[in-house]
């Protein structure tokens, strides 16, 4: 089992910036992403950003990309999203994501609790 942490989120200005931060702990190994999605109120839960193990590539979905960049360790199984020029339509549960390719070659993804950002316009 893998246990997701995040970390940092709260309130913000349009305009201005945020940092959120996920730590990962458990059976960390065999990592093939760690990302984040979000869910705005009232409707599905959305692709954000990933960073790929082992190269370390990043892809950034289409709504925030330019704004949001995501960055990792994988030796210290870690990611953060660094988010600027924030949109109230940014306003969403946000959730740590992780997969892990078992022995069997079965991808498995685990999900952190959310954490809340809101941005007030």
């Known amino acids: 089992q893998v246990q997701l942490v995040e970390s940092g989120g709260g309130l913000a200005q349009a305009g201005g910036s945020l940092r959120i931060s996920c730590a990962a702990s458990g059976r960390t190994v065999n990592l093939v992403d760690m990302g984040w999605f979000r869910q705005p109120p009232g409707r599905e839960r959305e692709f954000v950003a990933q960073?790929?193990?082992?190269?370390?590539?990043?892809d950034t979905g289409d709504s925030v990309k330019g704004r949001f960049t995501i960055s990792g360790d994988s030796a210290k199984n870690t990611a953060s999203l660094q988010m600027n020029s924030l949109e109230a339509e940014d306003t969403a549960v946000y959730y740590c994501?992780?997969?892990?390719?078992?022995?069997?070659?079965?991808?498995?993804?685990?999900w952190g609790q959310g954490t809340q950002v809101t941005v007030s316009s």
């Open positions: 960073i790929n193990w082992p190269d370390g590539t990043t």
């Open positions: 994501t992780l997969r892990t390719r078992e022995g069997t070659g079965y991808i498995r993804r685990y």
